[in-house]
């Protein structure tokens, strides 16, 4: 009995990733296409974000520490 739970369980991910791509090509809801992942939002964005780092680092030149320095018990 308790193989047969264990293959239920290890066999479940699969089913489940079956239906899914069964649901996906039966009405074309779940479809990736390539008009979801736009390359100008994403370099948008990653600018965005290096910039933020960047002055981030002008501000204040060296990464934080936890607090304590030295070995305090």
Known sequence: MTV???????ASPFVVAAAVSWAAHRDGTLRFR???FAPDYESYRA???LDAIRTRFERQPFWPTAGASGDHR
């Open 34 to 36: 390539m008009d979801l």
């Open 47 to 49: 600018g965005h974000e």
């Open 4 to 10: 047969a739970i264990a293959l239920i369980i290890l």
